[in-house]
């Protein structure tokens, strides 16, 4: 495993010699969580004892609804926090040798791990340039947030504007440029969702249902540049129902539910034993309180906070 990016054969016959087992421990982890629980009340949704993620490799991250793992993302990306368990160690990760407990959005995402985020009704108010600089705002020394207020990302340097332009021709969004995001077909929505986690040059991408909502026309382009992100070294872990999407792209696959991670392997066995089938056949499917909810709340917050520090 010298050569990185890695090269895709060799990653995938090192991992098929793992032996499949949650928490099993990978050749060249950039991500380690340890004892991250979150409880709702009295309802645990997700106790993660122990997972390692693959340097550049794509994981996909399954599980029936409810399993926990939207959750799971904003509490390893700072945007929620673990609940504290008695008896049991407290909650920590490592990401690319920086090792987080309780910490900021702010901070995991100058680290170089960032998740997508939906286009909420604040974004889609903005056009798609707009939209592209608060990605630009993850940078080091910049605030996280501060693109969305004007005259503050009006100063920008245009080298941000150059990567935005650059990067929106590479997902096909640069004749949409100067449009409102909410007038974005479903699939371009994930396009620009994508395109905007990368200005910041992410060592890591966390894509929560990257396929959902996507016009069948689109998921080629998607794939696509979910293996480009890979060849260039990214590492990718995604949700994603779509179980052709992740036995199509997936170099391993770990497997949640009832907030635990069950199972965890290559995808062409994972997908197949007797213990995940089970898990998928007897969830419950509860109301999606996806992230939207969260990032409503908690985001929009966070936003308002430091917009408010910035201008002060
Ligand atoms: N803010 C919240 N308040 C209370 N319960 C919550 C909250 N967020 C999530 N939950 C609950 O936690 C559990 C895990 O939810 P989560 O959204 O993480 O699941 P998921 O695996 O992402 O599901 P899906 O595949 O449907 O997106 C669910 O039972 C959900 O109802
Ligand atoms: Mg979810």
Known sequence: MTNYPYDRAALRANLATLEQT???AKPDPI???DNVVRRFGGMTAVD???VEVQRGAITALIGPNGAGKTTFFNL??????PTPASGREKASWSFDGKSFSRTSATKVARSGMIRTFQLTKALTRMTVLENML????????????????KPLWAKRERENVERAEELLRRFKLDAKRDDMAGGLSGGQKKLLEMARALMSNPSMIMLDEPMAGVN???TQSLLEHIETLRDEGTTV???EHDMHMVRHISDWVVVMAQGKIIAEGLPEDVMTSSAVIDAYLGAHHDRDLGDDDVINTEMIRTIEEQVREETR
């Open 76 to 81: 390893l990306t700072g945007f929620d926090r």
């Open 31 to 33: 991500l380690t969580a």
């Open 22 to 24: 949650p928490g099993v």
């Open 134 to 149: 608060i990605g630009a705002a993850n940078q080091p020394g910049e605030n996280l947030f501060v693109g969305l207020v």
């Open 48 to 50: 993660v004892d122990h």
């Open 216 to 218: 069948p026309a689109l």
């Open 237 to 239: 872990l995604f949700v």
